[in-house]
């Protein structure tokens, strides 16, 4: 052992590792040190200390070189990182470049990735939906992928949970399909996103436009002040990281409350390798990283492990953690390690403007968004010729208006004078993509990464349910848009790469029967019962909210009973 | 006259043939990172951005040093196929204050500048470089100016917190000089 005269093997062991210190990563260390475990958070990356590490919070539009833009041999080094809408001036420092960390795209793929503590969830767009029936029972129903383990009512109380914690900003709408949940004050809509709710509302008798939910603080309770964060100021400058702690991320709320708690100890600069699994034990004993700035390969070791590396680097752990009993990768039994990724298709978005309301406009800025239109297809029953259906953005805003073909000293002022254009509204697709085994990810048996993992290899595309579904949602946004009176409306297909959403899913998915799932009811891997994976990596099946608020509870409830589990002796 | 225009116009004096793109002691060049640029060409960029965004009561394009962003955001910002039409459309822009005034653009009155530039504004059958060359000149002045500090600190003001959110504003309670996020 390369280690044995570094530290003693006492000092590396822990009660609980959690690799990974983004969005779920950071619930595990708050939930386990909450309960008393000793607990060890691996990170790859650096460390990103809240206010402190924000280099770039406070800085003025004109501070920037370049005024927010990218240039040109960033654009040429890193393309995939490049077309990601936050990747600008302002927050390149907390994205993986392409160069640091290469994959292999069977298919294209751009892989978004955030090494640092507190990963993406500095960076996410912060919508917040629950998932309902609709959603837990659609594999069963529509016969895909499989049934999931779990219904609403086994996470109803962990959405709680979590959102009491992290403030989620919301109203009460009693749409079945959207469970309401424990709300701060919503970020109203505006006079535009109001009008044309209602004119859904009149139209048809499914479909919603709503506030968007999202993880700002608009009106904290004592939890939050007890985090050390306040109220959310409204400067959207969110993916520079924010110095009020408005918005939920791990480095302003649940690592800094970990980490108060005296349990956990952070340790950064430290990639995974492989998860050490102990043929007698029958169990996980810990884990083997490198340290990027040693080199050295370190053992640490815990009764569990928590696996929380974003859903593909947690496949990559899993398949490169190889053993006689598990030769195909930790909890491969079912061969199905891997495969049936997902993701969501945001390949579409539509834009028109309307001619009324001029009276009125807006005033500060919107955290929220906007509005969002829950998925309204195929709810109740199949109705379409495609399987799912698609939840939506929708937003309104007046522009301003000068003359564009005018040069000197008039053209000049009408750029300083507040002459406001039409209103402007707009909504992007975000399309259930249906798993499929065809869509994997695997190690490269050849290419290594800089600390000798195998690189990834990502095998992942659209099909032609995807295709399908797209035409609908424009198809009835262009509908609803042209009944609200909109005019000018462009509806656009984009296609981009799978990956840019940023909601990748699965690979290592739930369910009932160890032959055709890794992980069981608890997130607790069937065959190896002191591995939880919480991440995106255990999702069965995708619908169509964004995603982080479900792995949030989904790691609460898996820690709440990996402790009651050790408790009782049984792991 | 300004320092600028003696310098120019000395250079013109002593070199005899200033709109030759030759790098000579007169018309000496500025190094960047993906082009060269000599003193006739800065001083054409900086005239049509001053006559775009001129000095009034208020800073124009000279005062706020567009200059030095515009090629920076070219030099830094732009692809090569587009720093290369940007060149050759310049060239050829060169030819138009001959063709309509018989002199250079740097030797044009305000008036023949403004005349010039807005040729640009209007249906014409510019060759595809020469409008690259002028809509970069014009998109990055006008860029440059609305995110200058002068114009977010004096002009429309940028917050940085707003803290607020009114969703129903009525338009006629805006105020000049706000920027309302």
Not at chain 1, 153 to 178: C, H, M, R, T
Not at chain 1, 221 to 229: A, K, M, S, T, Y
Request: charge should be neutral; hydrophobic fraction near 35%; glycine fraction near 8%.
């Amino acid at each position: 052992m390369a280690n044995l005269n570094i530290d003693s093997v006492k000092e590396r062991t822990f009660d609980a590792i959690v690799i990974g210190s983004g969005m779920s990563g950071g619930w595990a260390a708050k939930e386990l040190t909450g309960k008393g475990l000793k607990t060890l958070m691996l990170e790859r990356g650096r460390d990103v200390k809240h206010i402190k590490d924000y280099p770039t919070t406070n800085m003025y539009p004109w501070e920037f070189a370049h005024r927010g833009e990218l240039t040109e041999d960033i654009k040429e080094k890193s393309p995939i990182v490049s077309r990601c809408y936050a990747f600008r001036e302002d927050a390149m420092h907390f994205f993986v470049k392409d160069d640091e960390h290469p994959y292999i795209q069977d298919k294209p793929f751009d892989w978004i990735r955030g090494y640092q503590v507190g990963g993406k969830s500095l960076l996410w767009a912060r919508q917040t939906q629950r998932w309902s029936d609709f959603d837990f029972e659609g594999p069963a129903r529509d016969g895909f992928a499989v049934d999931w383990p779990i219904r609403y009512k086994d996470i109803a109380p962990w959405y709680s949970y979590v959102e009491k914690f992290a403030g989620i900003a919301g109203n009460k709408d009693g749409i079945a399909e959207l469970p309401d949940g424990e709300f701060l004050p919503a970020f109203p809509l505006n006079a535009v996103e109001d009008y044309f709710s209602n004119h859904v509302k009149q139209a048809y008798k499914n479909r919603h436009v709503i506030s968007a939910r999202c993880a700002h603080l608009s009106k904290p309770e004592p939890i939050h002040f007890e985090q050390g964060r306040v109220k959310c100021q409204n400067r959207i400058l969110c993916q520079r990281g924010c110095p009020f702690g408005g918005y939920f991320s791990a480095n302003a709320s649940t690592i800094p409350w970990a980490l108060k708690s005296g349990h956990l100890t952070l340790r950064p600069f430290s990639v995974v390798q492989s998860i050490i699994y102990d043929e007698n034990k029958g169990k996980a004993t810990g884990v083997r990283i490198v340290d990027t700035n040693t080199k050295e390969t370190i053992e640490y070791y815990a009764r569990i492990i928590f696996v929380n590396a974003a859903a593909l680097n947690t496949n990559l752990v899993l398949l490169n953690s190889t053993s006689h009993r598990f030769p195909n990768g930790l909890g491969n039994d079912s061969g199905v390690l891997g495969k049936y990724v997902a993701f969501h298709n945001y390949s579409a978005h539509i834009s028109a403007e309307y001619d009324g309301l001029k009276e009125w406009t807006t005033d500060g800025r919107n955290p929220a968004g906007g509005g969002y239109i829950p998925r309204f297809r195929n709810v109740y029953k199949q109705e379409t010729d495609f399987l799912r259906g698609y939840a939506s953005g929708f937003s309104a805003y007046r522009g301003s208006k000068h003359e564009q073909h005018d040069i000197g000293s008039g053209f000049k002022e009408s750029l300083a004078k507040r002459e406001l254009g039409p209103w402007r509204v707009g909504s992007h697709m975000m399309g259930e993509t249906i798993p499929k085994e065809s869509n994997f990810v695997s190690l490269d048996p050849v290419k290594k990464d800089a600390w000798g993992v195998p690189q990834l290899k990502i095998s992942v595309d659209y099909d032609d349910n995807d295709e399908k579904m797209k035409k609908d949602y424009l198809e009835q946004l262009k509908e609803m848009f042209t009944t609200a009176g909109f005019t000018n409306i462009k509806p656009e297909s984009n296609h981009a790469a799978p990956g840019l959403d940023i909601h990748e899913m699965g690979g290592a998915r739930m369910g009932n029967d160890p032959k055709t799932s890794i992980l069981n009811k608890w997130n607790q891997v069937h065959s190896c019962n002191n591995v939880f994976v919480t991440d995106g990596a255990s999702m069965t099946s995708t619908s169509c909210q964004n995603p982080s608020l479900t792995y949030m509870a989904l790691t609460a409830r898996a820690a709440d009973y990996a402790v009651k589990e050790m408790q009782k002796g049984n792991i | 006259m300004d320092r600028r225009t003696a310098i120019r116009n000395l250079a013109l004096v002593i070199g005899g043939a200033a709109l030759l793109p030759a790098c000579t002691k007169q018309n000496p060049i500025v190094n960047y990172k993906h082009f060269d640029i000599n003193i006739d060409q800065q001083t054409l960029i900086s005239d049509m951005a001053e006559t775009i965004i001129p000095k009034t009561n208020t800073p124009g394009a000279t005062d706020l040093n567009l200059y030095s962003f515009i090629v920076k955001m070219l030099d830094d910002c732009a692809k090569k196929e587009d720093q290369q039409a940007f060149f050759k459309g310049m060239g050829e822009f060169n030819e138009l204050p001959q063709k309509l005034f018989n002199k250079s653009f740097a030797d044009c009155s305000n008036k023949e500048r403004e005349s010039v530039l807005n040729t640009f504004e209007k249906k014409n059958n510019y060759s595809k470089d020469m409008l690259a060359f002028y809509n970069t000149v014009k998109g990055l002045t006008v860029f440059g100016y609305t995110e200058s500090k002068y114009f977010m600190t004096k002009q429309v003001v940028y917050e940085l917190v707003p803290g607020r959110y009114n969703a129903y504003f009525p338009v006629k309670n805006l105020k000049a000089g706000v920027k309302n996020g």
